[in-house]
């Protein structure tokens, strides 16, 4: 195996073994702590620009499913690619073994020439990265080395979203999906319903639109790069047509609304996340990535918080007092991870039949 070097922003350097591609890359250095789930992970399109570490020491152990496709869109991935630039795990499990398995994680990785490095001490990195934050890191082959670089910079939602319009389902009720990152089983969701989708590019102006609903995606990096968006959105808040948003559409419903957006010391990824909503005993388990969150101090008056972390405390979802507007900052459709609150599909669908009736 040929070896490489993790190097952090603060000057540590692990030496490792590479099972993916081999070349020097840079990124933001990110852990999740979900102990399934690296095929749907990978190919999340919120991981732009970030370096993976599971906290689970063995992966790779289940190998990758095939590219079947459904409904026009990958059966088993959140997207047509790996979005990710670099996996960092403990133990590679070259020997895979699952009912759906068609080949290796390093031989997919090689395929979209993503580099992955195992033999580190991935509880070491998680440690530092709680107590530090989110780091810049990179991954550096035969001294072929790269500056270091922050992918929160740029617009990572221009750079995963559809570049065209595209259509999904012929129900009755027609939602207009803006495509921030857009993860595939928002949409396995919603076609579960009596629904046609319009799925449209993140800066698309929507504003004169025919829709029944409108659904705000999740996606990458900073809510604030996304203005065009914003100001799409504070238009269709001046009307009653129901809207729905996920993670980052969370963030920028609330940025529409007038309330500001921070970023999160190292962000919440991974599963069996406990949310509760305020003012009851109501708690759900969710899984979650997002390294931005919504200051609820900064929330207008007619807006208040739909969910709240029970383990910091930070904002998980808010609600318009009278308008059929809400939010999740979690991942309703979950995939990897608890369906538990995957109903928000369909309350969102309900908002949409009472507003035509």
């Given at each position: 195996m040929s070896k490489a070097k993790?190097?952090?922003?603060?000057?540590?350097?692990?030496?490792?073994?590479?099972?993916?591609?081999?070349?020097?890359?840079?990124?933001?250095?990110?852990?999740?702590?979900?102990?399934?789930?690296?095929?749907?992970?990978?190919?999340?399109?919120?991981?732009?620009?970030?370096?993976?570490?599971?906290?689970?020491?063995?992966?790779?152990n289940y190998g990758v499913p095939d590219d079947e496709q459904e409904f026009g869109i990958s059966r088993n991935f959140e997207s047509e690619k790996i979005h990710c630039t670099a996996l960092?795990?403990?133990?590679?499990?070259?020997?895979?073994?699952?009912?759906?398995?068609?080949?290796?994680?390093?031989?997919?990785?090689?395929?979209?020439?993503?580099?992955g490095l195992y033999g580190i001490d991935t509880r070491e990195l998680t440690k530092k990265l709680r107590e530090r934050g989110a780091m810049l890191g990179k991954i550096v082959f035969d001294n072929?080395?790269?500056?270091?670089?922050?992918?929160?910079?740029?617009?990572?939602v221009a750079q995963v979203s559809t570049q065209e319009v595209?259509?999904?389902?012929?129900?009755?009720y027609r939602v207009l999906m803006v495509d921030c990152g857009l993860k595939n089983n928002i949409l396995r969701c919603l076609l579960k319903h009596d629904v046609t989708i319009k799925r449209v590019p993140w800066n698309y102006d929507f504003t004169q639109e025919e829709y029944d609903g409108l659904f705000l995606s999740n996606g990458p990096g900073d809510p604030a790069m996304c203005t065009e968006t914003v100001e799409h959105i504070k238009v269709a808040l001046t009307q009653d047509k129901p809207i729905m948003g996920i993670c980052l559409g969370n963030q920028l419903l609330?940025?529409?609304?007038?309330?500001?957006?921070?970023?999160?010391?190292?962000?919440?990824?991974?599963?069996?996340?406990?949310?509760?909503v305020p003012g009851t005993h109501t708690c759900y388990i969710t899984s979650q990535n997002h390294g931005f969150a919504i200051d609820d101090k900064t929330l207008p008056a007619d807006w208040k918080p739909l969910f709240v972390n029970l383990n910091d405390g930070t904002n998980e979802g808010i609600t318009h007092v009278s308008k059929p507007f809400f939010s999740a900052q979690f991942h309703p459709?979950?995939?990897?991870?608890?369906v538990d609150t995957e109903s928000l599909f369909a309350t969102f669908v309900q908002n949409m039949k009472n507003c035509r009736k």
């Open positions: 993790l190097i952090l922003e603060d000057g540590s350097e692990y030496e490792a073994y590479s099972f993916g591609s081999e070349k020097s890359v840079s990124g933001e250095l990110v852990f999740y702590t979900a102990m399934i789930g690296y095929p749907e992970s990978l190919t999340d399109p919120s991981y732009k620009g970030q370096i993976l570490v599971p906290t689970f020491p063995m992966i790779g960092v795990i403990s133990d590679y499990s070259e020997k895979f073994s699952h009912w759906n398995s068609d080949r290796s994680l390093g031989t997919w990785l090689k395929q979209y020439d993503v580099p072929q080395d790269v500056p270091f670089h922050d992918p929160n910079k740029e617009n990572l595209r259509y999904y389902g012929n129900g009755k609330a940025l529409a609304a007038g309330a500001k957006t921070y970023k999160m010391k190292y962000g919440h990824r991974g599963h069996n996340q406990p949310v509760k459709e979950a995939s990897s991870g608890p």
